[in-house]
């Protein structure tokens, strides 16, 4: 008995290779013989060659009616030749096959339709959008989009978005005004956790919480210059520092302008002049909910280029660095109402109206119903 040679080796690899793929020929061929000890031993007649007539069924223990179960002796551990062929992908590249299939199947057109828009669920009569982040800034740039570029007259119209939170559907319930225009909107992004577990405890799904100053943030980190933004409100110089820091990380983006101005009535002439020579195609207005909304609500239909005005609340004064923001494992868990509170005990009967009128007011029109 004498060791198997590299050329009865080498030819029973080609015979299994062939039948696994042509491309994995190759890397077979060249795999190293393996040592005395640990190799295969084969009967092998005078001049090298082997005593039967196929490479392939001169293998120990192995018949050519059973090739393909036919083991490969390397180092003491018998591997099969897909066996052998997957040892030679490491996983470095597993994984980024891996993950190219993973954003392949889960890409996203950003230019989608806005028919394709999420599916809403409804807590104390109010529509919300059942969204990742991702998917409402997909969500806002294909309202831009649709609308078209550089025209004076959007092709998609106009486009109101809101960020509902708790305290704002606890307003809605008192105030049918403002629950038709919450119902009116083109997008209700949930800025809330209140919201995630109330629509879980009837039955429904929010995927996340989105708050405003994230979207706002990525949505302009997406802009470009041929869409150009306009910031509404906050106190006097806040919008013109929050413009800097948006820009600060987007190069790209263009602010035309920013005004402190003011929700009231007298005051709207002189804001709509200087937002239609300014000529932006996304509004952002931070007067607070719900003079914010019913402000976008009377005007929007009066600024011909803006296609996308959204109410954004505190996010000025977050960007800013005027108000800070609660840490992330506060907001992760919900408790961001706590860190609110003890930073402005002034806030209490608001945060009392999300944290325990909220929930009352849906789990009992949720039983009545």
């Known amino acids: 008995?004498?060791?198997?040679?590299?050329?009865?080796?080498?030819?029973?690899?080609?015979?299994?290779?062939?039948?696994?793929?042509?491309?994995f020929a190759s890397p077979i061929s060249r795999m190293p013989v393996a040592s005395n000890r640990s190799a295969t031993v084969l009967p092998v007649a005078a001049g090298g060659a082997t005593t039967s007539s196929s490479?392939?069924?001169?293998?120990?223990?192995?018949?050519?009616?059973?090739?393909?179960?036919?083991?490969?002796?390397?180092?003491?551990?018998?591997?099969?030749?897909?066996?052998?062929?997957?040892?030679?992908?490491?996983s470095r590249?597993?994984?980024?096959?891996?993950?190219?299939?993973?954003?392949?199947?889960?890409?996203?057109?950003?230019r989608a339709t806005i028919a394709s828009m999420p599916q809403r669920v409804t807590l104390l009569g109010v529509p919300i959008d059942a969204l990742r982040r991702e998917e409402a800034i997909e969500c806002l740039l294909a309202m831009l989009h649709t609308g078209g570029l550089r025209r004076?007259?959007?092709?998609?119209?106009?486009?109101?978005?809101?960020?509902?939170?708790?305290?704002?559907?606890?307003?809605?319930?008192?105030?049918?005004?403002?629950?038709?225009?919450?119902?009116?909107?083109?997008?209700?992004?949930?800025?809330?956790?209140?919201?995630?577990?109330?629509?879980r405890l009837t039955g429904q799904y929010l995927p996340e919480r989105v708050t405003g100053v994230d979207t706002v943030t990525a949505f302009c980190a997406r802009l470009g210059p041929e869409h150009p933004v306009f910031l509404l409100g906050s106190a006097?110089?806040?919008a013109e520092r929050a413009a800097q820091e948006l820009k600060k990380r987007n190069t790209n983006l263009i602010v035309v302008g920013t005004c402190a101005g003011s929700p009231?009535?007298?005051?709207?002439?002189?804001?709509?002049?200087?937002?239609?020579?300014?000529?932006?195609?996304?509004?952002?207005?931070?007067?607070?909910?719900?003079?914010?909304?019913?402000?976008?609500?009377?005007?929007?239909?009066?600024?011909?280029?803006?296609?996308?005005?959204?109410?954004?609340?505190?996010?000025?004064?977050?960007?800013?660095?005027?108000?800070?923001?609660?840490?992330?494992?506060?907001?992760?868990?919900?408790?961001?109402w706590l860190w609110r509170l003890l930073k402005e005990p002034k806030r209490i009967r608001r945060i009392w109206n999300a944290v325990a009128v909220f929930p009352f007011l849906v789990l009992f029109r949720h039983e009545r119903s």
Request: hydrophobic content about 40%.
């Open 1 to 23: 008995m004498s060791r198997w040679n590299s050329r009865q080796y080498r030819a029973w690899c080609s015979v299994k290779s062939s039948k696994v793929s042509g491309a």
């Open 264 to 336: 009231r009535t007298e005051d709207a002439p002189a804001i709509l002049e200087q937002i239609r020579n300014a000529k932006p195609h996304v509004l952002f207005v931070a007067f607070g909910a719900p003079e914010q909304d019913f402000w976008i609500d009377r005007h929007l239909k009066d600024l011909p280029s803006v296609c996308i005005a959204m109410g954004v609340g505190g996010t000025f004064d977050f960007l800013t660095g005027v108000q800070r923001r609660a840490p992330r494992f506060l907001r992760t868990l919900g408790f961001e």
């Open 236 to 238: 006097p110089g806040v």
């Open 152 to 199: 004076a007259v959007p092709l998609g119209g106009h486009h109101h978005v809101m960020t509902p939170n708790s305290e704002m559907l606890v307003e809605a319930a008192r105030n049918p005004v403002f629950r038709e225009l919450l119902s009116r909107t083109n997008l209700n992004i949930p800025d809330s956790v209140g919201l995630l577990f109330m629509a």
């Open 55 to 90: 490479p392939v069924s001169s293998i120990r223990g192995c018949k050519a009616a059973d090739e393909d179960s036919c083991p490969v002796a390397i180092g003491g551990v018998s591997f099969t030749v897909v066996q052998a062929v997957s040892m030679q992908l490491t």
């Open 93 to 110: 590249m597993r994984n980024f096959c891996m993950r190219a299939l993973y954003r392949m199947l889960h890409r996203s057109d950003s």
